[in-house]
């Protein structure tokens, strides 16, 4: 019953090597896996879905894109928002060319076409690295929302230059579109959600995430152990812009409905993503989720408490929101420069010993 | 005594045909000439030392063996074959693993997560297969883990398997990076210091383990050590360096007599 590391005895090394070693997380995950996909849709209400759990789903998937690249692989981007808008606007062209294909593969290949487009910006980084690298993402990201401002093609040549999701229906359920329910667009994104964040901890934990991190760790030893510095970056680039290009086909398609790309996808947008992993943790899956959850989730709570609560005007809680939001990134990195996971892990040893210290 | 056909050390072990011959190798630096012309070769099962003072070349020796430099002059030859231009990692598929003289850990993960990156050269499961882990990506990472469980026993190092190895202190760094190349099961072993800042329990630990690996596994090592002591004792030959220039080869016995090695050990003029 309580949270016990000791006793839990292993006698196989599959079981030594599963995601949740311990028999009391094992058990928190099905909880909270039973909660969202069979509690949640039945007490969901439209603000709730599209001000905390919608957001707060897709951004885990984005983060954890983002987190493969930068927390895994230690190649720094600051292109995310370009790539989001890949994702965005290779749904529109697809579900706008081919009306008939279900809103999940569209999805999907959205991911998948943005896996290239991240390949070919991944072309830099066996060249350069540190900040170099963050500055020639960061050329992506303005030269990507640049493309699809200006090039009409990508947006249909509609007059408004804005690109809008059609309704779309997934097993009879309407996904896109104004007309579409919350419990319908939690679902969806729900189980993305889930799918990958079970890809990201197989890729992570296995030869390729080795790889990854070994690049990350000391570039020098991994090629003498026999990693291919090309293979290894360039593939993190592309599964992570996959990641990503979910995430923003998402975005477009189940979370904003219409998308101006300039607002939508802009540079705050990438520095938000990084945002979130360093402050979830860099190198863990759970930090991408913690991470999320901290930007996307405390400015609603911060402002139902001091416009529901407190009874102030709006705008003065939203810029009290910006001071507190900062402030408390300061204090969290002062006091835990590894983020959030590297919290719970702390937390996580000392329960090993409570209530006995010593 | 070393020319043609295998032989038996005094302690009863059988060295084989060469595997690896470096001939004639020149490497520049713009105008510094850090390797001059060395011939040598390396014996399937044997311990081959390079030893040499400071500058001689003996690193930049390692480097061009397992690819980090490329000779502007001479030939690799490696298992009866000549070596191409190759890169670091495709060198590393042919079987040739090293540890360097500055660790070279991957300092974010633990000891076992570190030997298991060294299998990687031995997994040839397909990243989607990995992507659903379910199967043969798990099999082969059990597989794997079985034998990193053997390396991480014979080196006695079964308690600090999931602390990550920046907590660890020198001599048991060292001793991780020994077993991460391992792993890769090579045909040849380089060791760059192996003993380099070390106490001298450390160093008896370690020589234990560099000659138990060639005893058990019959691995073929080259290991570059300063401390002559260790060097004589547990190699079968030595070449000796000096100023990027090959100056002595043979057994320990044969160089320790050699009039060249002592000049340069000792310091005499050069005129």
Known sequence: MFYREAGDFKTSYAADGQTFPIAFDRWRYFAVLAIAFLVVPFTINEYVASAVLIPFLIWSIIAIGLNILTGYCGQVSLGTGGFMAVGAYAAYKIMTAAPELNIFFVVLLSGGVTALVGLLFGLPSLRIKGFYLAVATLAAQFFLVWLFNRVPWFYNNSASGQINAPDRTLGGFLITGPNATPEAKYLFCLVFVFGMAWLARNLTRGRLGRSWMAIRDMDIAAEIIGVNPLKAKLSAFAVSSFFVGVGGALFFTVYLGAVEVGEAFGINKSFLALFMIIIGGLGSIFGSFAGAAFIVLLPVFMKNVMVGGFGWPTDIATHFEFVILGALIIVFLIAEPHGLAAFWRTIKEKLRLWPFPH | ?271
């Open chain 2, 1 to 271: 005594m070393m020319d043609g056909g295998s032989f038996v050390t005094p302690d009863g072990r059988t060295i084989g045909d060469v595997l690896m011959e470096v001939r004639n190798i020149t490497l520049r630096f713009g105008g510094v000439v850090a390797i001059k012309d060395i011939s040598f070769d390396i014996r399937e099962g044997e311990i081959r030392a390079i030893i040499g003072p400071n500058g001689a070349g003996k690193s930049s020796m390692l480097n061009v063996i397992n690819g980090f430099y490329h000779p502007q002059d001479g030939e690799i030859w490696f298992r009866g074959a000549k070596r191409g231009p190759m890169k670091p990692h495709a060198i590393a598929h042919q079987g040739i693993a090293r540890t360097f003289q500055n660790i070279a850990l991957f300092k974010g993960m633990s000891t076992l997560d570190n030997i298991m990156t060294g299998r990687f050269t031995k997994m040839r499961v397909p990243w989607w297969q990995q992507a659903i882990w379910t199967g043969p990506a798990e099999r082969e990472e059990v597989e794997n883990r079985e034998i990193v469980e053997k390396i991480i026993d014979f080196l006695e190092i079964q308690a600090i398997r999931k602390t990550p190895v920046g907590r660890l202190p020198y001599g048991l760094q060292k001793r991780v990076e020994l077993g991460r190349a391992l792993a890769a099961e090579p045909k040849l072993l380089l060791l760059d210091e192996p003993m380099a800042g070390m106490n001298v329990e450390e160093k008896e630990d370690m020589s234990r383990f560099i000659l138990d690996v060639n005893d058990e596994f019959g691995t073929t090592i080259a290991l570059i050590e300063h401390d002559m002591g260790v060097v004589m004792d547990i190699s079968d030959r030595v070449v000796v360096l000096d100023y990027g220039q090959k100056i002595g080869d043979g057994t320990p016995d044969e160089v320790r007599g050699n009039q060249d090695v002592i000049d340069a050990y000792l310091g005499v003029a050069h005129d």
